[in-house]
């Protein structure tokens, strides 16, 4: 069955500091993956996406993300996260319905 | 452009009514879809309708319901409505059912 499974629930880094979001995917020989943010009581925006092609994909707000179908792994990534950054982030995959996992809430320390 | 619009922005109804949520895609997307999402979890889908016609629909019981109309907005609607149903609805829409989708604000609903 199709689903996407991120395994952090809470993720805390300080302001300046790497970050890393891990998901993965269950569905499909062509994934269709996306990350998507949210800020409280908003919707979601679209950080990135990924078809095919180049298995690193470039965002917005400076947000990259790799496939690896050998892990079935779209993990998110910023190499120096800003305090505006705290969010809740959340990993889609539209191969059959657009589904999402449980998403992970973003805390940045000053 | 407009984004994806939803109306209203926070509705507030009793147990046992009928509520009916309302979405205007991006111009020239043909695809919308409506999810639950629940304070503290991630979106969960509920409804995917196509050139209008339903593609897809989450695991929820047959009080939801909803249509794409020929201009490609779309209604959600719940009858019977449960406490349970008290949740951030919200609608995204795209070109087609596999390209990324882009989400309006939602609506906030609250059943007592």
């Known amino acids: 069955a199709q689903s996407v499974t991120q395994p952090d629930i809470h993720i805390t880094v300080s302001e300046g500091a790497s970050l890393e979001l891990r998901c993965n995917y269950s569905y499909g020989a062509t994934p269709y993956l996306f990350w998507y943010v949210q800020s409280p009581g908003q919707g979601l925006q679209l950080l990135l996406k990924?078809?095919?092609?180049?298995?690193l994909v470039q965002g917005i707000k400076g947000f990259e993300a790799e496939f690896k179908r050998s892990q079935s792994s779209f993990n998110l990534r910023k190499p120096s996260v800003h305090w505006s950054d705290a969010a809740e982030y959340f990993c889609g995959d539209s191969s059959y319905k657009l589904i999402f996992g449980s998403g992970t809430r973003l805390l940045v320390r000053p | 452009d407009a984004g994806v619009t939803q109306s209203p922005t926070h509705l507030i109804k009793t147990r046992g009514q009928h509520v009916t949520l309302r979405c205007s895609p991006i111009?020239?997307?043909?695809?919308v879809s409506w999810y639950q999402q629940v304070l503290g979890q991630g979106p969960q889908f509920i409804f995917q309708?196509?050139?209008?016609?339903?593609?897809g629909r989450g695991n929820f019981p047959d009080r939801f319901s909803a249509r794409q109309f020929p201009n490609y907005s779309s209604e959600l609607n719940v009858n019977a409505l449960l406490l349970g149903d008290s949740a951030l609805y919200l609608c995204?829409?795209?070109?087609?059912?596999?390209?990324?989708?882009?989400f309006g604000q939602g609506t906030r609903l609250t059943v007592v």
């Open positions: 990924y078809f095919s092609g180049d298995t």
């Open positions: 309708y196509y050139e209008k016609e339903e593609r």
């Open positions: 995204a829409s795209s070109y087609q059912g596999h390209t990324e989708a882009f």
């Open positions: 111009s020239g997307h043909k695809s």
